[in-house]
C-alpha cells in the first residue's frame, strides 16, 4: 500500500518528498480514477484551501475521500488540508463558527474544530519557529498564511501550540497542522503518521 496525495494544487510536491524521505511510497490524487488505485493513508497538502475544495467536489472525489476518512483512514492535513477537515471555520461570513453542512459544502468536515484561516495575516504574517507536536521535541514549525484552531471540539484533542494558539490537533487517525512540515527537513511528523 502508499500513501496518497492530494495533487489538485498546493504544496503535494513536497509531501511526496518527505514521504520518500522516510520510504514511504506515494502517489498523486487528481481525478476519482485515481480513488480505484490502492492507498491506505491520505496527505491533504497546503495551498488554496477553497481551490482545493471546489476541485475535489468538481473532480467527484469529495463524498468518496470524506467516507474514506470517516472509516478510520489516517489523514495528514495541513495548512488548507486542515481547513478542509474541520467542522466550521470562525469568522468566514455570516455563519460564523457554524457547523458546515458537510454534504452540501466544498469540504471534507471530519475533524471536530473550529479554525480561523489566515489567522497570523497575509503573505508578510509568514513565520518560523520551534515547538513539541504529541510529545516529539522541537518540531521546526513554518506558517504561511496560516490558519489557528480556534476551538477544540470534544473528539478532537490539541497537540501542539505556539503563542497560546492551538496549531496542531488529533482525531483518531486525523492530524491536523497549520503549520508546513513538509518545508523543513525535520521528517519526525511525517515518520509519525506513516506509523498510524
Known sequence: MATAVLALQGAFIEHERALADVGEPSLELRCAADLSRPFDRLVLPGGESTVQGKLLREEGMLAPLRERIEAGMPVLATCAGLILLARAIAGDGSRESEPRAAQTGPWI????????????????????????????????????????????????????????????????????????????????????????
Open 109 to 196: 468536515g471530519t475533524l471536530d474544530v473550529t479554525v480561523k484561516r489566515n489567522a497570523y495575516g497575509r503573505q508578510l504574517g509568514s513565520f518560523h519557529t520551534t515547538a513539541p507536536v504529541d510529545g516529539i521535541p522541537n518540531v521546526p514549525m513554518t506558517f504561511i498564511r496560516a490558519p489557528f484552531v480556534a476551538n477544540v471540539g470534544p473528539a478532537a484533542q490539541a497537540i501542539a501550540t505556539v503563542d497560546g494558539h492551538v496549531v496542531a490537533v488529533r482525531q483518531g487517525a486525523q492530524i491536523g497542522l497549520a503549520f508546513h512540515p513538509e518545508l523543513d527537513g525535520d521528517r519526525r511528523i511525517h515518520e509519525r503518521f506513516v506509523r498510524l
